[in-house]
């Protein structure tokens, strides 16, 4: 549906599945004159633009001269560490935790942390039965209502359900859920975004039942298995929570390593004026 010529290894909100789900949702992203897909807002009046997850051009200023935003504000947040224009910065760089994928699942099997690879074990020897597909473009789809009841009890935020399942809707290719089933119960979800080369894990939920057969484990293995053998070559578990010790844990001995992003940072032509590039820190 969507160019092959796109750059392989893009973030999930440079993808064009992420664009045409945003235009179903009635916002308006804009595309800089080099394929960089670049968000705007109004602030107490201000249009604000956002460039998500990629790392800035060198003649920004230019692009957005030519789009008519040369005024504009602009949060840059790189997906990695990188050059970025004159800016002031708003966020120090977080950690992203990121699985590399192995088609070898021997190796891949004992890269696994003991505990992690016993507990799926466990979960491979029970009852658990896994059902794997895309997403149905349902904003009422149970996950979606399931994981939008639990970020508010837990007090997170995420995607709306209608931006998930637009997001199905445009490009099912790029979806997989995988669900764990107990005695024809349902006790685990995980979804899984595709974009070039790479995947991001995007939502889950599991219940008690889920947890104590570790159905989780059981999922993300036979999702990584899959992905794999998609030739998607990394998968991205989510950003390392400072109050969320279990869950950095569970990701991080599936043998998965921990990457810094390029922080948050501020472009303003004020700001422009200065020559050079900064090194993101």
């Known amino acids: 549906m969507f160019d092959a010529m796109l750059p392989l290894d893009r973030s999930l909100f440079q993808d064009p599945a992420f664009a045409a789900a945003l235009k179903e949702c009635g916002q308006a992203p804009i595309t800089l004159p080099d394929g960089q897909l670049l968000l705007t807002r109004r602030l107490f009046g201000v249009t604000v633009a956002m460039l998500p997850r990629a790392a800035p051009p060198e003649n920004l200023g230019a692009q957005l001269a030519r789009l008519g935003l040369h005024r504009a504000p602009v949060i840059l947040s790189p997906d990695h560490r990188c050059p970025v ?28 942390h003991p505990k992690w690879r016993n507990q799926l074990i466990r979960a491979e020897t029970s009852a658990l039965r896994m059902v794997q597909g895309s997403l149905p473009p349902d904003p009422n789809h149970p996950l979606l209502r399931l994981e939008s009841k639990q970020a508010r009890a837990r007090g997170y935020t995420n995607w709306p359900g209608a931006l998930t399942a637009a997001f199905a809707r445009a490009a099912p290719h790029q979806t997989l859920l995988f669900s764990a089933f107990c005695r024809d119960r349902g006790v685990a979800h995980m979804l899984f975004l595709l974009h070039g080369e790479r995947a991001s894990y995007h939502i889950g939920y599991t219940n008690a039942e889920g947890r104590s057969l570790h159905a989780h484990n059981l999922l993300l293995w036979r999702a990584s298995r899959h992905l794999a053998s998609l030739g998607i070559r990394q998968v991205e578990l989510g950003l390392m929570q400072p109050r969320a010790h279990g869950l950095n844990r ?25 020559a050079g590039l900064r090194s993101v820190a």
């Open 250 to 274: 569970f990701k991080l001995r599936t043998g998965a390593r921990r990457q810094p992003t390029g922080g948050s940072w501020l472009y303003w032509h004020p700001f422009a004026r200065a």
């Open 85 to 112: 224009p004159a800016s002031v910065c708003l966020a120090r760089p977080r950690d992203k935790i990121v699985l590399d994928l192995d088609r070898d699942e021997t190796a891949s099997r004992a890269r696994l």
